[in-house]
């Protein structure tokens, strides 16, 4: 099935400068990487929390590569960001995990592990400060291995985002 969801660019908009995957074309092209203190999966927080108490302030940043960094335009320092990174170290295998806190399997899409079929990670962060030419987005806490590769960074917006009390 083909389906086109293109539509004609808009008055001030820019295409990127480096080529992008054509619409029906499921690979993933890394647009920089997410920078952190942790060297290895053990010393990796398990959760945006646990990173934020680790108390390494202005330790993690992202580093957006160059054809990418004019889409920084528009954030700024205080607005929180998704990240979305691929786990490259992750396990693909695996329908029912055991994690250490829970008593019994669960299924792999009811737990945030990163062992996943496509193992992409999905980090909340504020920004601490940003530098769009040197590509550069400073982040309170991230919660990944030093260098994982980044696949997207999109606005957190509240007023969408958070869900409606129940």
């Keep these: 099935m083909t389906t086109s969801l293109s539509r004609p660019t808009r008055p ?3 295409p990127f400068s480096a080529a992008v995957p ?4 499921a690979r993933l092209g890394f647009i920089g990487r997410l ?3 942790y060297r290895t999966l053990d010393q990796c927080p398990k959760n945006r929390r646990a990173a934020l108490a680790a108390g390494h302030a202005g330790a993690a940043w992202l580093e957006v ?7 920084l335009a528009g954030l700024a320092a ?3 960001v998704f990240c979305l990174s691929w786990l490259h170290g992750a396990r693909r295998d695996l329908a029912l ?3 250490r806190h829970l008593e019994a399997a669960r299924g792999t899409f009811s737990l945030r592990s990163p062992v996943r079929p496509n193992p992409i990670g999905l980090h909340l962060a504020r920004i601490e400060s940003i530098d769009v030419a040197a590509g550069i987005v400073r982040l309170d806490a991230i919660d990944v291995v030093d260098e994982t590769p980044l696949v997207d960074v999109k606005p957190y917006h509240a007023s969408v985002d958070r869900p409606d009390a129940e």
């Design 97 to 99: 995990q055991k994690p």
């Design 12 to 14: 001030g908009e820019e």
């Design 22 to 25: 054509a619409p029906d074309d």
């Design 65 to 71: 590569d160059a054809p990418f960094r004019e889409a």
């Design 78 to 80: 205080g607005d929180h």
């Design 35 to 37: 920078r952190s203190p």
